[in-house]
């Protein structure tokens, strides 16, 4: 029984890596390109007279993400003999960075400036797009167990991951 559920943990991170990755990228890559930085939105207003994303959002942070989502996906293709595996790597890469963009829209309606936390909303709005951009395209069907299992090893991976590349000096904040 053990051992199954190990088992199911892995096969689901296996299945989400490039979105992890996906999500990680842009932290990694502002670090080390720095600045400038090109924001995705051009510093265009929402109708509400706020910004549509903010400062943080950049089309370098987008670019690297989408491509190190794909790099992923590849890998994953190769190791598992399949151009299934690359294509539903891709679309949860895709679905990754789409649904950390919608956490920044989110969170500028909210009036919260850019890199100011939001709990669950930082931590898994990219990890519900990407679950379901590939569920609506069939790729991959997740039941709710696996939803359940995924979010609590996501936020955990996500509080280990901020603290480590707070340590590293990777990010400002430890959120």
């Known amino acids: 029984m053990h051992t199954d559920i190990v088992l199911k943990v892995l096969v689901l991170v296996w299945i989400v890596l490039p979105a992890y990755l996906a999500n990680a990228a842009p932290v990694?890559?502002?670090k080390i390109y720095?600045?400038?930085?090109?924001p995705l939105d051009h510093g265009r207003f929402f109708i509400d007279g706020k910004r549509l994303l903010g400062d943080n959002k950049t089309v370098e942070g987008t670019m690297a993400a989408i491509t190190?989502?794909?790099?992923?996906?590849?890998v994953q293709g190769v190791v598992e003999a399949s151009y299934f595996a690359i294509a539903r790597g891709c679309i949860i890469s895709l679905g990754a960075v789409v649904g950390d963009l919608l956490g920044a829209f989110i969170k500028r309606r909210l009036g919260l400036k850019p890199g100011s936390p939001a709990p669950l909303i930082?931590?898994?709005?990219?990890?519900y797009?990407?679950?379901?951009l590939v569920h609506i395209t069939g790729m991959q069907r997740f039941d709710l167990t696996d939803?359940?299992?995924l979010s609590v090893i996501t936020l955990v991976l996500h509080l280990l991951s901020?603290?480590?590349a707070y340590m590293l000096r990777l990010k400002e904040v430890p959120w």
């Open 147 to 149: 939803v359940a299992l």
């Open 34 to 38: 720095g600045k400038p930085r090109r």
């Open 28 to 30: 990694i890559f502002a």
């Open 129 to 132: 797009a990407a679950l379901a």
């Open 68 to 74: 190190v989502g794909f790099v992923v996906a590849l």
């Open 162 to 164: 901020n603290v480590v």
């Open 122 to 127: 930082d931590q898994l709005t990219f990890l």
